[in-house]
């Protein structure tokens, strides 16, 4: 388990923001799943890079922006590929991989490294995970290569984008996506097995169209699994070396030019300036709902009166 000082658990205001207790104890969960993570990308020599939010806390702020809530972290497809293919089998157990290939329902081209698959106050989880009951990750965003073309780069990105939209459509009118098949076929190269989900086939199908242009030498990268963000163009050689960064109590392995990254995700990032998150904060808000919500329900079938 990694050290923590015991103040680090206590609320605080950093830059006229206040953070709770149990944000504290969740960012304590997070890079002990993080910890995890270094692990094995050090057995396996995979390379991996703080990203997004993480980055930009880790230069600004030497730890987590404090109106984050998560940790994001980046690795070049191929090492993308090498870390899947043995994290299931390297990771400590409690430690769960949610992406396309290990859940029929995941709804991501990403991969999410978890610490629970609920709630849980269990007495041993609570002791790894610093007093957080909350399921807790890390979001693992594989770079990909983009086309030297334009017009290549449009076709890549409609056909993502095009599978994607089918994905989701595909719940609410299945007869009119199965009858597209055929051509995402002869688009994309890939067959549909009718019998197995195809919601799942159609966001792996994106996810193989996202490595189209990786075995030719890049020039530039982007993460293109995020809702298909081509407007982030990354140059490969920002990512050639790596410079270690402070990060609340452990460092973090980051791009050697993070400032020209930095300045195509967020222009002017040196100025704190608390943004929209893309999603609720904090994020167990939805957690602590949903537990409550199955608590009530129990309560009114009269489960505790038996």
């Not at 090498?82 to 995941?106: C, I, K, M």
């Not at 269990?122 to 610093?130: A, N």
């Not at 930095?262 to 537990?291: C, I």
Request: net charge negative.
């Amino acid at each position: 388990m990694l050290e923590f000082e015991q103040n680090f658990f206590l609320g605080e205001t950093r830059d006229n923001f206040y953070i709770e207790p149990m944000m504290k104890c969740a960012w304590a969960a997070e890079l002990e799943v993080l910890d995890a993570i270094a692990q094995i990308c050090n057995k396996y020599n995979i390379r991996w890079f703080a990203d997004w939010g993480t980055l930009l806390g880790a230069v600004r702020h030497r730890g987590f922006v404090p109106w984050d809530d998560d940790l994001d972290i980046c690795m070049l497809r191929a090492d993308y590929k090498r870390f899947l293919q043995v994290a299931s089998e390297e990771l400590p157990d409690g430690l769960h991989v949610l992406n396309l290939y290990t859940r029929d329902d995941w709804p991501e081209l990403f991969t999410r490294v978890v610490n629970a698959m609920h709630v849980t106050y269990d007495e041993e989880h609570l002791r790894k995970f610093h007093g957080c009951p909350y399921m807790v990750g890390i979001d693992i965003f594989p770079l990909d290569a983009l086309p030297k073309s334009q017009s290549e780069e449009e076709h890549q990105k409609t056909l993502i984008k095009t599978l994607i939209s089918c994905s989701r459509q595909y719940a609410s009118d299945p007869e009119e996506i199965i009858s597209l098949l055929p051509d995402l076929e002869n688009l994309t190269g890939v067959q549909f097995d009718r019998e197995k989900s195809i919601y799942n086939q159609l966001l792996r199908a994106a996810d193989h169209v996202c490595c189209k242009h990786n075995k030719k030498k890049p020039e530039i990268v982007t993460l293109m699994t995020v809702n298909a963000r081509w407007r982030y163009h990354l140059k490969y050689e920002w990512y050639r070396t790596t410079e270690y960064i402070d990060f609340e109590n452990i460092t973090l392995p980051c791009p050697g030019n993070y400032d020209e990254i930095l300045t195509v995700m967020y222009k002017d990032w040196r100025t704190p300036v608390r943004g929209r998150s893309t999603h609720e904060y904090p994020f167990y808000n939805k957690q602590k709902k949903a537990l409550q919500e199955g608590l009530e329900a129990r309560i009114m079938r009269g489960e505790f009166l038996k």
